[in-house]
């Protein structure tokens, strides 16, 4: 019994890590995706 609470912990903290990872990487790409046009303006500005 305790071994299985353990390992449900286990399991949630890798889910966790896993969900952090994959929010951090969608807001890395939202950023990405906001100054993309920015950065073509300021190319072509030039």
Do not use: C, G, V
């Not at 399991?11 to 950065?39: C, V």
Request: proline content about 2%; overall charge positive; cysteine-free.
């Amino acid at each position: 019994k305790f071994y299985s609470y353990s390992k449900i912990i286990q399991d949630y903290a890798w889910l966790d890590a896993i969900h952090k990872e994959m929010t951090s990487i969608i807001a890395n790409n939202i950023y990405e995706l906001i100054l993309l046009p920015l950065k073509i303006k300021l190319i072509t500005i030039r």
